[in-house]
């Protein structure tokens, strides 16, 4: 199982460009989240999925597009980079929290974006 | 508004001595209470988690203290090692719901 994975690992965009960051898991979990880290500010929930095709938003979804067309993968769409938004971003899956509260969350390796 | 509060920023131990990390939070609602550790350039890996009809969790040097009165839960890493030099974050969830994560604590252990 190669686990979570996330590209890319580093990028730089200037202010109003777009980009897609990519996640993807092999292991058939339903959930998957987008989380943004920033320093003081622990992570915080941009947006999630429960399963293919259902997506919801988290505490700070603005800014930021996601859609699930597989449950494999959970792209995020920057459409208008902002300096607000340089961070370091992970993405996370487990299966349903609902199912199971305790099944744990598995995060990928984050991609660190920096916005001119 | 920070549905998960988390103290200190900062620690810094002694090779051997206990680490603490607490944790607060208001929600009733919430019902699982994981601790994630993570390394620099790392993503966040679950540590040791809790449900609230439990008072004590300990796994190995690790041990999560549950208070459901005062809406409490602190991490205990007991005989704290280099390696345990990491920045962790706790964490409360409500079932079907999203997590929501501490601001983080950043330990430095001191050889």
């Known amino acids: 199982n190669a686990g979570v994975t996330q590209t890319p690992k580093f990028q730089v965009l200037k202010t109003g460009q777009s980009m897609t960051l990519q996640c993807a898991q092999d292991m058939n979990h339903e959930y998957m989240s987008w989380y943004r880290q920033d320093p003081g500010m622990g992570l915080r929930l941009i947006h999630y999925?429960?399963?293919?095709?259902?997506?919801d938003q988290g505490e700070v979804p603005n800014g930021y597009n996601v859609s699930r067309s597989t449950t494999e993968d959970f792209p995020l769409r920057l459409l208008s980079a902002a300096p607000s938004q340089t961070s370091v971003y992970f993405c996370a899956s487990s299966y349903s929290p609902g199912r199971n509260p305790t099944d744990t969350q598995y995060f990928g390796p984050g991609t660190r974006l920096t916005v001119l | 508004q920070q549905q998960v509060k988390q103290s200190p920023q900062s620690l810094i131990v002694q090779k051997g001595g206990i680490s603490i990390i607490n944790c607060a939070y208001e929600n009733t609602a919430f019902d699982y209470f994981p601790w994630y550790q993570q390394f620099p350039g790392k993503g966040p890996a679950l540590l040791i988690a809790i449900r609230p009809d439990v008072s004590e969790k300990k796994e190995g040097r690790f041990t999560i203290s549950f208070n459901k009165s005062a809406k409490q839960f602190s991490l205990h890493i007991m005989d704290s090692q280099p390696g345990d030099s990491a920045t962790y974050f706790c964490?409360?969830?409500?079932?079907?719901?999203?997590?929501?994560f501490g601001t983080g604590t950043s330990l430095t252990v001191i050889p």
């Open positions: 999925s429960v399963g293919a095709g259902i997506t």
């Open positions: 964490a409360a969830s409500i079932p079907g719901n999203q997590f929501y």
